[in-house]
């Protein structure tokens, strides 16, 4: 069916006015002063937008549905996940594909893509983590490459479970680089985390308070220097992946003034969350364990900025649900807590309610982190990530008058948990339609499960 969003003010990452927009056949065809609703095919569904925004449909490039860790698996589905996404303003995201060491990339490949069929609701694809790169594999992911994921993943963070070695990382940059794959990274050292992790349990330090204490912000910055000399001597181009502090980003810019190719990735529970949180009394803590850990609060100041001024590209999520339930797996060992905040619902309304009301983010720099960036980085722009003629029809009509909380109730995730249960939410999309289509209305799924598609990205990065 044809759509008219009329009246309302568009919002780039570089443009702020106001025109008409008409989607037809999945993708933007018109955008003027004023189209003459009379003059569309009758079975034209009409939006006004007056007094809203109209924002590209943002992109969350770092979130985990499917997810085989610590022992268990993430809460959420594709279902639950896309619902999520949508109610909050998000029409695509990224997902990690997290194999284990000993499974075959190609099959993990396949298991992950078969997760999503039938049940997505946003448009999505991968970042295909390398967990081993001996030969015998390398051809599969440039397989994977071809198939339309040119982006890799790896952890120098999880010993013994996910951490590549040295000389892995090397083998899979040189690869990634002739391939034309930007590598993503987690950006933390394993053996120093591993060592620290069992000095605090040996003095009894069990409790979620102290699972930042055994990864300081200095282990994520060395993560990020190995990763970036790496970057210098194979060419390959890198994203460091939920970017928590201001040792790291400083390592990062650092490199780029030295010539390496780097992007910089925040995530959403680091701007708005610090480390107070995961020493929460009677184990609600746990909560808040993610990696890397949340910060001392003078870290978001640095955060906020980096993105205010676009030396930090993006903002995810890493959303990665785990129920309370889940989390008392570590209740004797902080080191046996799943890691994960969910946040893929509340990303949106969180950048506009604390970045933009506060005076931290103008309406451009949002939309460019939430979702040009992504888009131009990830090989998707200008399909995805912007309001031209002849991208796709992702868009969200925002109101940014409407106040409300953030709540358990409203969530679509089953992680059974709302980080930012009972805060102030100012703003809310109110349409979101991907490729056309209404897919959520005033935080509620009213679209089709199964029309999200899978998106086949070019490799730019060679
Ligand atoms: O705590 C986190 N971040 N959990 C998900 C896995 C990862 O490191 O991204
Ligand atoms: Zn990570
Ligand atoms: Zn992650």
């Not at 992109?59 to 594709?78: C, E, K, Q, R």
């Not at 980096?306 to 999520?317: D, E, N, P, Q």
Request: charged share 25%; net charge positive.
């Amino acid at each position: 069916m044809p759509l008219l969003i009329k009246n309302g003010r568009i919002i780039t990452a570089t443009d702020d006015y106001k025109a008409d927009i008409y989607c037809a056949d999945e993708t933007i065809t018109r955008i003027e002063k004023s189209i003459d609703a009379k003059r569309l095919p009758k079975s034209t569904e009409v939006v006004n937008a007056a007094g809203k925004y109209v924002f590209p449909g943002f992109i969350d490039p770092h979130v985990h549905i499917y997810l085989p860790f610590m022992g268990t698996f993430s809460a959420d589905d594709y279902e639950s996940a896309s619902k999520a996404a949508l109610a909050g303003g998000t029409t695509t995201f990224i997902e990690m594909i997290c194999p284990g060491p000993k499974d075959d990339p190609w099959e993990a490949y396949q298991l992950w893509r078969s997760q999503a069929k039938k049940k997505a609701a946003v448009d999505y694809t991968y970042h295909m983590s390398i967990v081993r790169f001996e030969p015998k594999v390398r051809a599969q992911f440039a397989k994977i490459v071809k198939d339309g994921v040119p982006s890799f993943k790896v952890f120098l963070a999880y010993k013994g479970a996910l951490d590549l070695s040295d000389e892995h990382l090397f083998a899979a940059m040189t690869q990634a680089k002739s391939l034309g794959a930007i590598v993503t990274a987690h950006c933390e050292n394993a053996e120093a985390i591993d060592a620290m992790q069992k000095q605090l349990l040996a003095a009894g330090k069990t409790g979620p308070e102290y699972h930042g204490v055994s990864r300081p912000p200095v282990v994520e910055a060395s993560g990020v220097h190995h990763l970036c000399s790496f970057a210098s001597l194979t060419g390959a181009h890198v994203y460091t992946v939920h970017t928590s502090c201001e040792d790291s980003v400083q390592e990062a810019l650092n490199a780029r003034y030295r010539g390496v190719d780097v992007w910089i990735e925040s995530v959403a529970p680091h701007l708005v969350l610090d480390e107070s949180f995961a020493a929460l009394p009677d184990f609600e803590g746990a909560k808040y364990v993610m990696s890397p850990p949340l910060r001392a609060k003078h870290h978001q100041n640095v955060l906020w900025n980096g993105l205010r001024s676009r030396a930090i590209s993006t903002v995810g999520t890493d959303h990665a649900p785990f129920t309370p339930k889940q989390k008392e797996m570590g209740k004797d060992a902080f080191t046996r807590i799943p890691n994960g905040i969910p946040s893929i619902q509340e990303r949106v309304d969180l950048l506009h309610t604390y970045g933009v009301m506060r005076g931290r983010l103008s309406l451009n720099a949002m939309v460019d982190a939430g979702s040009t960036q992504a888009a131009r980085i990830f090989g998707m722009y200008p399909k995805k990530g912007t309001i031209k003629i002849g991208s796709d029809a992702d868009l969200v009509v925002y109101d940014p008058k409407a106040k409300g909380t953030f709540t358990k109730s409203d969530s679509y995730s089953k992680a059974d948990y709302c980080a930012y249960d009972g805060w102030e939410r100012l703003g809310r999309a109110t349409v979101v339609t991907v490729r056309g289509q209404v897919q959520a209305k005033n935080g509620k799924f009213v679209g089709t499960i199964g029309r999200g598609q899978f998106i086949r990205r070019e490799a730019t990065h060679g």
